[in-house]
């Protein structure tokens, strides 16, 4: 099974510039070891079952539960019988390009 998370995840109470805390959520989804690309809205990773991607979920908001307001979106993508989607469906929409030039 493929979980495709895309989150965000930041404290509303520190100002224009989160970039320390995000950087500081971001150690917790490296040192899982799961494949992730960060970009400049959010994070994308990858799980093997819906547990795991809670578990990382729970953990980025334990880094900033201390922060009187949080903000959390949650977009993810699920299915059985795949895996290492985080690259092919990137791949798979480049190849399409790819085609018409």
Not at 33 to 55: P, R
Not at 64 to 69: C, G, I, M, S, V
Not at 72 to 77: F, G, K, P
Not at 81 to 91: A, E, P, V
């Amino acid at each position: 099974m493929s979980v495709l998370v895309n989150f965000a995840i930041f404290p509303t109470d520190k100002g224009t510039s989160v970039s320390k805390e995000v950087s500081e959520v971001l150690k917790t989804i490296i040192n899982s070891g799961f494949d992730y690309n960060l970009n400049a809205m959010g994070t994308v990773f990858e799980t093997k079952t819906m547990e795991q991607a809670l578990q990382i979920i729970q953990e980025a908001y334990n880094v900033l539960k201390q922060h009187e307001r949080v903000y959390l979106v949650v977009n993810m993508d699920i299915q059985k019988n795949k895996d290492g989607r985080i690259l092919t469906k990137i791949q798979s929409v480049e190849n399409k390009l790819k085609t018409r030039s």
